[in-house]
């Protein structure tokens, strides 16, 4: 059965910072996709990772999949107040279904 | 405006009184899907549709069942709520099942169960 572990849970910065979350999962899986929520707001796709190796980019914002290490990484470059949500990692379960982390809440304060 | 929708985006009800919660896609998007998001526990996916008339279960569907007469929607009936099915439910889709195209929430639907 496929988990996914997102860590930290919570995340409290300072504008200006780096900082990165980490999505692990526990079973083979070339999918990997990462999301965005705002509070009392649905949730936005951010990346689409479909490949070892893969990295995007978006703003301070920078995705990347190792799949034999079975980890992904979400890595945020000077943070700003504008990027404070909550951030979802979901891998595909090469089953059609996909498995979502739990979320890492993430503040950025001046 | 490409979008999703759901109806009603709350609903306060009664155990055991019968309820749907309506999503409609109208981006041609072959795959929906619906989930529960519950604090602690994130995304669960309830039910999954691949294309019209083709459903399955994702990881938590008891209790819950879905149609999908028409490609552009796909509703979510529980036949008799219960309060553990208090959540806030999102309806998504996407161009195919492989997931290479992004996925598109609806809004959401808070759900109480009294």
């Known amino acids: 059965e496929l988990k996914v572990e997102q860590n930290p849970l919570f995340l409290s910065m300072q504008e200006g910072k780096n900082y990165t979350i980490y999505c692990n999962y526990s079973?083979?899986?070339?999918?990997l996709y990462w999301y965005r929520q705002d509070p009392g707001k649905s949730l936005e796709s951010l990346f689409v990772l479909l490949s070892n190796g893969a990295v995007k980019q978006e703003g301070r914002l920078m995705a990347s999949l190792d799949t034999k290490a079975r980890l992904s990484t979400l890595h945020i470059t000077a943070a700003v107040h504008d990027l404070s949500a909550t951030y979802f990692c979901a891998v595909d379960s090469n089953t059609d279904k996909l498995i979502f982390g739990t979320g890492t809440r993430l503040q950025v304060f001046p | 405006e490409a979008q999703v929708t759901q109806n009603p985006r709350y609903l306060i009800t009664v155990t055991g009184k019968k309820l749907t919660v309506t999503c409609s896609q109208n981006?041609?998007?072959?795959?929906m899907s619906w989930y529960r998001q519950d604090p602690g526990l994130g995304l669960r996916q309830i039910y999954y549709s691949m294309n019209v008339e083709v459903t399955d279960k994702g990881d938590v569907p008891e209790g819950y069942k879905v149609s999908r007469k028409e490609k552009r929607n796909f509703p979510l009936i529980l036949e008799s709520p219960s309060p553990n099915q208090t959540s806030l439910y999102f309806c998504?889709?996407?161009?195919?099942?492989?997931?290479?195209?992004?996925?598109?929430f609806g809004p959401g639907t808070r759900l109480t169960v009294l």
């Open positions: 981006m041609n998007h072959e795959y």
């Open positions: 079973t083979t899986s070339d999918r």
């Open positions: 998504a889709s996407s161009t195919d099942s492989e997931y290479t195209d992004t996925q598109y």
